[in-house]
């Protein structure tokens, strides 16, 4: 007897959660998806995908929705891939479309954000996810994958379960590696190695590639890892000893790459700032750990933020002074 189609409902469809989402469908799963910017385009005609790995294709979701709400489930899997704001309410996304049967993974950036989850649903597996990817969306429902595409998945606090297993089954059914881990929240910290500098610099240097920041400034960005990695010792989650080595080769492979922090500096949306670097300097005051060039770091891009506000605020006013 054949077994039933997992159902899965991918909530922010971005350009994260629609090459995964991709693949799930790929592998045989029922992907439905919540997308609101491309909504019009991704219902129409879906997502088109162009992987320099994988080739292009086109997915068509199930169901396109606006709001999770409208989902027609129960979902086994419901995953979330938005990102982490200041102010964002990650459970009440979630809360229409969580049945009992439903695991929650949350593929995110950022370190300590994992309690708001398991408060929010203490029946339910919830699964923390990461993906160590170059993937942007390029157009309304297009999709450019340009390198890598690792999955890590671990259900909080620390196991593995029978579901988590069979989720990476049909990622791995794809061609992706997908691994399972049990000290996912270690992995967290080490995703956190790469992104705590490369995200800011990319903003704070005015729009340069990760190529560009590394063959200019890799003694700063190897301290900025060394941070990272000290603070994630002392919380009981100690990183491989090579962990700067093996990220700082890996971004010398990479292809020359615009980060998504800088992608959404340059369209005026908003940045997890507090996800990827407040969080990882409040958790080094809580471990009475010092990390200088994160500390540097974090105050830098906070002053240019700041500074971005008041010139915007200064250009309305002056646009409504009378002539």
């Known amino acids: 007897m054949k077994t039933p189609a997992s ?20 592998a045989g799963a029922e992907v439905s998806v919540v997308c609101r910017s491309d909504y019009d385009t991704v219902k ?7 992987s320099a790995d994988l080739g292009s294709y086109r997915f068509m979701p199930e169901q396109v929705l606006k709001d999770a709400a409208d989902y027609q489930g129960p979902a086994d899997y419901v995953l979330l891939c938005t990102k982490i704001l200041p ?36 029946d339910n597996e919830v699964v923390s996810g990461l993906a160590f990817i170059c993937c942007n969306r390029i157009g309304p429902g297009e999709i450019a994958h340009l390198a890598y595409g690792r999955l890590a998945l671990g259900n909080l606090p620390g196991s593995v379960s029978a579901k988590t297993l069979e989720l990476c089954r049909l990622f791995r059914e794809t061609g992706i590696d997908c691994n399972a881990s049990a000290a996912i929240v270690a992995e967290r910290w080490l995703k956190c190695v790469w992104n705590a500098p490369f995200n800011p610099l990319s903003v ?7 190529a560009e920041i590394l063959h200019s400034e890799e003694p700063f960005v190897r301290h900025i890892m060394q941070d990272v990695c000290r603070i994630a010792e002392a919380l009981g989650h100690p990183l491989p000893v090579d962990a700067v080595e093996q990220n700082i080769e890996k971004t010398y492979r990479m292809p020359p790459y615009k980060t998504s922090m800088l992608l959404d500096y340059e369209q005026g949306r908003p940045l997890e700032t507090e996800a990827i670097l407040g969080n990882a300097v409040r958790a080094a005051e809580r471990a009475n750990v010092s990390c200088p060039y994160l500390e540097s770091l974090y105050a830098s891009i906070r002053l240019k933020l700041l500074a971005d506000a008041k010139r915007r605020h200064s250009n309305t006013a002056c646009s409504h002074a009378p002539s």
């Open 87 to 122: 102010g964002a309410d990650r459970a009440a996304l979630l809360r229409p479309v969580v049945a009992p049967q439903t695991s929650i993974v949350f593929i995110q950036n950022g370190v300590d954000i994992e309690q708001e989850m398991l408060a929010a649903f203490p």
């Open 204 to 210: 704070l240097s005015g729009g340069l590639s990760t």
């Open 7 to 26: 159902k899965v409902l991918v909530v922010g469809a971005g350009a994260i959660g629609a090459f995964y989402g991709s693949l799930l469908a790929k």
């Open 44 to 50: 129409q005609s879906g997502f088109t995908i162009v």
